[in-house]
T-cell receptor, first 112, second 114 residues
């Protein structure tokens, strides 16, 4: 079945760039997303990319999509302590079920 | 302001009690979802609904039940709570289709069953 995998932990120093990686198996994915979850809260959509795109930039966030390798990454430039959270990648397919498949989440810790 | 609400935010309850977790959204979304998440862990879809009177079980088996009598309301009920039900429950909604197909999440209910 469909699967989305992420590394569990990432630690970076404040001001450095963070790169969070994700691999997925469903080649029919239409949208790929990055969500952020702060402690005790729900998930908040950070950014998304349509499957016919290779890259999307939104302020400090850059999303790269390698469809051939089914690999998605999120780069956060100038990482701040407020970026410490769990980051989930997710995929969905338009039409049909509208369900998401979420990754396992990557816990980002930013060191001052 | 359009939003998605969950109550209660925190609930501590004894084994055997019946509980209902509330979820409401004011965005007019047809699609609604319940996820179960252990702290800091992955999300598991336990129920979803595509509209009024439509409910389906998700990928993770759950002893809970849901109902969708009104578009904006999607409550989740546990008839007899057990310690194994201790978890965080997240409700989400989406318009479905269209641009980006975004899911909007509520703040979650953290349930502890003693």
């Amino acid at each position: 079945g469909e699967d989305v995998e992420q590394s569990l932990f990432l630690s970076v120093r404040e001001g450095d760039s963070s790169v969070i990686n994700c691999t997925y198996t469903d080649s029919s994915s239409t949208y790929l997303y990055w969500y952020k979850q702060e402690p005790g809260a729900g998930l908040q959509l950070l950014t998304y990319i349509f499957s016919n795109m290779d890259m999307k930039q939104d302020q400090r966030l850059t999303v790269l999509l390698n469809k051939k390798d089914k690999h998605l990454s999120l780069r956060i430039a100038d990482t701040q302590t407020g970026d410490s959270a769990i980051y989930f990648c997710a995929e969905s397919t338009l039409g049909g079920t509208y369900k998401y498949i979420f990754g396992t989440g990557t816990r980002l810790k930013v060191l001052a | 302001e359009a939003d998605i609400y969950q109550t209660p935010r925190y609930l501590v309850i004894g084994t055997g009690k019946k509980i209902t977790l509330e979820c409401s959204q004011t965005m007019g979304h047809d699609k609604m979802y319940w996820y179960q998440q252990d702290p800091g862990m992955e999300l598991h879809l336990i129920h979803y609904s595509y509209g009024v009177n439509s409910t389906e079980k998700g990928d993770l088996s759950s002893e809970s039940t849901v109902s969708r009598i009104r578009t904006e309301h999607f409550p989740l009920t546990l008839e007899s709570a057990r310690p194994s039900h201790t978890s965080q429950y997240l409700c989400a909604s989406s318009r479905g289709g269209g641009e980006k197909n975004e899911q909007f999440f509520g703040p979650g209910t953290r349930l502890t069953v003693l």
